[in-house]
């Protein structure tokens, strides 16, 4: 439980077996009092609706604040409500969400509002236990959408929010394991103001993000100072504890540009319910211990499409890092030769012309191609 308890001329807050939560009063007013008088002007706070809270908070699930700006005015200009954005087809909502990455989101934004509108009337509902059925909906997202825009009593925690709580309370357990979160909602949860949920929430959230970062935090300017235990013994910098990550996997990966002789390339359709599902690519896959790259790329075009190939020059080298694991892709051109295209392990194919294109949601690294085969126009027509 807490306690204010007096050190020196300060006050700190300090873990205590009590039993009770002493008056949290002077802590409350201190982040709310800063977040009034600094909050950022941001544009999911000008017009707050449970839509655009919950966009927003969706949007910026391991996502900076300036890169979701854009596409959060973008997102509404496209689909300004829930019922715009349930009518919508799903690759509409991917080329729109095109670039920032981590696609489940975008998919569980569509299947949801779809939901909305046929089991709920349209209406975002506003209880916790109603929110959480919702797919992408979890617990954080529930709390984030019940407190700012139904005003409700509810506790948020991300790994923002891990930060400074276990900064202020100076905690060494360690967050990766389940009973520390377990512990870190509960202390989340008692430490709410009642009736201000929302402005406790959001200004946690800002103080995280500008205020108490993960290195050189500026405790010299933070509103919590004053009650913040690691801050006070000079730990701030080792909170949180967190167990060492193990070494990220790297792969090679391969991707085919298939001319016809028309002109036109194939793509092919992820799967939907996979990574980055839904979205179109130059099909292709990882390189397995013994092949050469064209031997990886022609076997993953016949095993993903049933067709042949004749794999020519190799056109790109892109790195790029996911959550998990980093791949080298290594794009080449390739002549198609024969066999009828099939849906063997992929949604979808097409042929398209390189200005049609931009009509398909692409991944990252496969829009880095098409800038390349742009370049390249005059080789590959």
């Known amino acids: 439980m807490?306690?204010?308890?007096?050190?020196?001329?300060?006050?700190?807050?300090?873990m205590t077996t009590s039993g009770q939560i002493s008056d949290l009063a002077p802590l409350h007013e201190a982040l709310t009092g800063w977040f009034e008088a600094n909050?950022?002007?941001?544009?999911w706070r000008r017009n707050r609706t449970p839509y655009t809270v919950w966009l927003s908070e969706v949007m910026l699930q391991q996502t900076q604040v300036s890169t979701v700006i854009p596409y959060h005015e973008r997102f509404l200009s496209r689909f300004p409500d829930i019922d715009a954005l349930a009518a919508a087809s799903l690759d509409d909502v991917l080329k729109v969400w095109e670039g920032l990455g981590y696609y489940s989101r975008?998919?569980?934004?569509?299947?949801?509002?779809q939901i909305i509108v046929n089991e709920h009337n349209g209406h975002l509902p506003s209880r916790i236990e109603d929110l959480r059925k919702l797919p992408g909906i979890g617990r954080y997202t529930a709390g984030a959408v019940a407190s700012l825009a139904f005003r409700q009593d509810a506790p948020v925690l991300d790994g923002n929010l891990m930060r400074v709580l276990t900064r202020l309370f100076d905690l060494d357990d360690d967050i990766t394991l389940a009973q520390t979160k377990r512990e870190l909602w509960d202390l989340a949860e008692k430490i709410l103001p009642a009736?201000?949920?929302?402005?406790?929430?959001?200004?946690?959230m800002e103080l995280g993000r500008r205020i108490c970062t993960p290195k050189s935090p500026r405790c010299d300017v933070c509103p919590l100072a004053p009650?913040?235990?690691?801050?006070?013994?000079?730990?701030q910098e080792e909170r949180p504890v967190r167990r060492r990550k193990a070494a990220i996997p790297h792969?090679?990966?391969t991707a085919a540009v298939i001319r016809r002789a028309d002109g036109r390339i194939l793509i092919a359709q992820r799967p939907i319910d996979g990574m980055l599902g839904g979205l179109w690519e130059f099909p292709g896959g990882k390189q397995q211990p013994g092949e050469t790259l064209p031997e990886c790329l022609s076997r993953e075009i016949r095993e993903e499409l049933g067709i042949r190939i004749d794999v020519g020059q190799e056109i790109a080298v892109i790195k790029h890092a996911y959550t998990h694991f980093r791949i080298t892709l290594h794009a080449f051109l390739c002549d198609y030769v024969s066999g009828s295209p099939q849906a063997i392990d992929c949604a979808d194919w097409a042929w398209v012309m390189l200005e049609e294109l931009d009509d398909y949601a692409f991944p990252a690294t496969d829009c880095k191609i098409i800038d390349m085969l742009r370049s390249l126009q005059d080789a590959i027509t």
Not at 39 to 43: M, S, T, Y
Request: hydrophobic share 35%.
């Open 2 to 14: 807490l306690l204010v308890q007096p050190l020196g001329d300060d006050t700190i807050l300090q």
């Open 251 to 253: 792969y090679n990966v």
């Open 195 to 204: 009736g201000r949920a929302g402005l406790w929430n959001e200004g946690l």
């Open 106 to 113: 975008a998919r569980n934004l569509h299947r949801t509002a």
């Open 227 to 235: 009650y913040c235990q690691a801050q006070k013994l000079g730990r």
């Open 39 to 43: 909050r950022e002007d941001l544009p």
